[in-house]
């Protein structure tokens, strides 16, 4: 079946610093992968996305590889600010119009001055 | 335009009462997705409607839960009887698909249970 393991949380980390969250995944075929970014109180809203290997999605600083290769997702940002503490989430559609999701378990982030 | 409303955010119960959580998809939107996040369980699909219709409701837990969509701007989620076990946070999330791609997936704000 199709499946997203995430890095286990929190990870702490000081303003300025690099980030990587890991996320790997199972799935057949050509899935479309998502990262979806929780804040405290909010639901989920998508950060970045990418559908075919070898792309890269980016969104205000985040960045993710889909490297069929080693069937991984990892997001990175250069330099986190305090506003980035929320919960990170790896997605994955098994294919291009599927309607679900397959989340992966989320990991924290918090970030200090 | 509006996103994803949820009603009530916050609703605190005894044990044994009955629950009902609303929600209103975005307009346009033809799915509509209730979820359930726990710290121990993370999230959770419950079940998804397609215009109007539950196409998937294996992820609802047991009987003591049921959902509704009557029209394509409501659905509710309801538990009857609740129990602590229920306690979670609840997402509704509603998205269209257009030909090849996925659809971003929007969510509510969520609707807070307690149940004592």
């Known amino acids: 079946g199709n499946s997203v393991t995430q890095m286990e949380g929190p990870v702490t980390l000081s303003e300025e610093a690099f980030l990587t969250i890991n996320c790997t995944y199972t799935?057949?075929?050509?899935?479309?992968l998502f990262w979806y970014v929780q804040y405290p109180g909010e639901g989920l809203q998508l950060l970045l996305k990418?559908?075919?290997?070898?792309d890269k999605g980016s969104n205000k600083g985040f960045e993710a590889t889909y490297r069929k290769e080693t069937t991984s997702f990892h997001l990175e940002k250069g330099s986190v600010q305090v506003s980035d503490s929320a919960v990170y989430f790896c997605?994955?559609?098994?294919?291009?119009?599927?309607?679900?999701?397959?989340f992966g378990k989320g990991t924290m982030l918090l970030v200090s001055p | 335009d509006a996103g994803v409303i949820q009603s009530p955010r916050h609703e605190v119960t005894e044990m044994g009462q009955e629950v009902t959580l609303r929600c209103k998809p975005i307009?346009?939107?033809?799915?509509l997705f209730w979820y359930r996040q726990t710290m121990m369980r993370g999230l959770e699909l419950l079940i998804y409607?397609?215009?109007?219709?539950?196409?998937?409701d294996s992820g609802m837990p047991e009987d003591r839960f049921s959902a509704k969509m009557p029209n394509a701007s409501f659905s509710t989620l309801k538990i009857q009887p609740s129990e602590p076990r229920d306690s979670a946070v609840y997402f509704c999330?509603?998205?269209?698909?257009?030909?090849?791609?996925?659809?971003?997936?929007?969510f509510g704000e969520g609707s807070r249970l307690t149940v004592l």
């Open positions: 799935a057949t075929g050509y899935p479309s």
């Open positions: 990418a559908t075919k290997a070898d």
């Open positions: 409607f397609n215009n109007n219709v539950p196409i998937d």
């Open positions: 999330a509603s998205k269209t698909i257009t030909g090849k791609d996925t659809g971003e997936l929007f």
């Open positions: 997605a994955l559609s098994p294919y291009s119009g599927y309607s679900t999701l397959t």
């Open positions: 307009s346009g939107h033809d799915y």
